[in-house]
């Protein structure tokens, strides 16, 4: 079977070209090391097949957006974050984002507020008269 040929059988069965499919079935275990393991880049880089931690690095980028070690510190960071109490759920949304949080929970609208809110932004269209 030509190399085309194989290609075309292989996109038609798993809709993707087999090196993107090569390219992104390395990354599922280069991310899962990056998260939980310490191993440095450059021992990743061999494990996985690259020939360069340039050319692991450019394609981990390009399929997850993100270059590897900044991946390993973000994972490192989301990790350590502390739970949220449940007593202060409505201040998660700061919380998330590293806002200083006032302690209070955020005023959740109530049903009739929420029902005022949007009558006062109503557009009513105007009638039309059918004839």
Same mark, same amino acid.
């Given at each position: 079977?030509?190399?085309?040929?194989?290609?075309?059988?292989?996109?038609?069965?798993?809709?993707?070209?087999?090196?993107?499919?090569?390219?992104?079935?390395?990354?599922?275990?280069?991310?899962?090391?990056?998260?939980?393991?310490?191993?440095?880049?450059?021992?990743? =880089?061999?494990?996985?097949?690259?020939?360069?931690?340039?050319?692991?690095?450019?394609?981990?980028?390009?399929?997850?957006?993100?270059?590897?070690?900044?991946?390993?510190?973000?994972?490192?960071?989301?990790?350590?974050?502390?739970? =949220?109490?449940?007593?202060?759920?409505?201040?998660?949304?700061?919380?998330?984002?590293?806002?200083?949080?006032?302690?209070?929970?955020?005023?959740?609208?109530?049903?009739?507020?929420?029902?005022?809110?949007?009558?006062?932004?109503?557009?009513?269209?105007?009638?039309?008269?059918?004839?």
């Amino acid at each position: 079977m030509s190399r085309t040929t194989f290609a075309l059988h292989f996109k038609s069965v798993a809709g993707i070209a087999p090196l993107a499919y090569l390219t992104t079935w390395r990354m599922r275990p280069a991310e899962r090391a990056l998260r939980e393991e310490n191993t440095p880049v450059s021992k990743l =880089v061999r494990s996985l097949g690259y020939a360069s931690e340039s050319a692991f690095s450019n394609a981990f980028k390009r399929i997850t957006g993100t270059a590897p070690k900044r991946y390993r510190a973000a994972s490192r960071i989301v990790e350590r974050a502390p739970p =949220v109490p449940i007593c202060l759920a409505g201040t998660r949304r700061l919380a998330a984002i590293g806002a200083p949080s006032t302690g209070q929970p955020d005023a959740s609208p109530s049903v009739t507020s929420a029902a005022a809110a949007a009558s006062r932004h109503r557009v009513i269209a105007p009638s039309r008269q059918i004839g």
